[in-house]
T-cell receptor, first 110, second 115 residues
Framework: RKEVEQDPGPFNVPEGATVAFNCTYS??????FFWYRQDCRKEPKLLMS???SGNEDGRFTAQLNRASQYISLLIRDSKLSDSATYLC???????????FGAGTRLFVKA | GAGVSQSPSNKVTEKGKDVELRCDPI?????LYWYRQSLGQGLEFLIY????????KSGLPSDRFSAERTGGSVSTLTIQRTQQEDSAVYLC?????????????FGEGSRLTVL
């Protein structure tokens, strides 16, 4: 079993739709959580950190459920420019090892 | 300011040859990571360096892979006796590493093709 698992998609949604991605992690000693975005043939870039209390950045909302060991990302009012692969990222307590999920592909259509 | 720089951006080699990939992290970043990404796949952790600590090599797929970081800055990933399955994009990232990994800043990657 992979340490970080995501639904690979693709998710095909129309502009303006709301879409949600989930990610599960298997190591209960995980400490920090992030969502990264990767455009086609580009390097990943940080989208947002994920905090226990949940956090929001504009149209993006991230949630963490430690008891169930999953992380979610909600995108409201999808834009064409949101089309990308969204990577769930987990780091371990007491170290720097940073594990990426395989990513969820999103296509937003006009 | 300069970001993470990787070279070469593209490398085509023959099976059995050795290759070296270079990463120049952001100045002042103490943590440096190498990942591998095969076509259409996620990022596979290879190794990380943090300050003067021993590197975490737990992701290196075989003893043909090695990496070093000289002077706490530039890193070189070496693949010996390359195989076709080594073909991938090798991504380097660095982070401040003050109290944890924090945000990783990636280079554009080195695309390796083994014929």
């Amino acid at each position: 079993r992979k340490e970080v698992e995501q639904d690979p998609g693709p998710f095909n949604v129309p502009e303006g739709a709301t879409v949600a991605f989930n990610c599960t992690y298997s190591n209960s000693a995980s400490q920090s959580f992030f969502w990264y975005r990767q455009d086609c043939r580009k390097e990943p870039k940080l989208l947002m950190s994920v905090y226990s209390s949940g956090n929001e950045d504009g149209r993006f909302t991230a949630q963490l459920n430690r008891a169930s060991q999953y992380i979610s990302l909600l995108i409201r009012d999808s834009k064409l420019s949101d089309s990308a692969t969204y990577l769930c990222v987990v780091t371990r307590i007491g170290g720097f090892k940073t594990i990426f999920g395989a990513g969820t592909r999103l296509f937003v259509k006009a | 300011g300069a970001g993470v720089s990787q070279s070469p951006s593209n490398k085509v080699t023959e099976k059995g040859k050795d290759v070296e990939l270079r990463c120049d992290p952001i100045s002042g970043h103490t943590a440096l990571y190498w990942y591998r990404q095969s076509l259409g796949q996620g990022l596979e952790f290879l190794i990380y360096f943090q300050g003067n600590s021993a590197p975490d090599k737990s992701g290196l797929p075989s003893d043909r892979f090695s990496a070093e970081r000289t002077g706490g800055s530039v890193s070189t990933l070496t693949i010996q006796r390359t195989q076709q399955e080594d073909s991938a994009v090798y991504l380097c990232a660095s982070s401040l590493g003050a109290r944890g990994p924090g945000e990783l800043f990636f280079g554009e990657g080195s695309r390796l093709t083994v014929l």
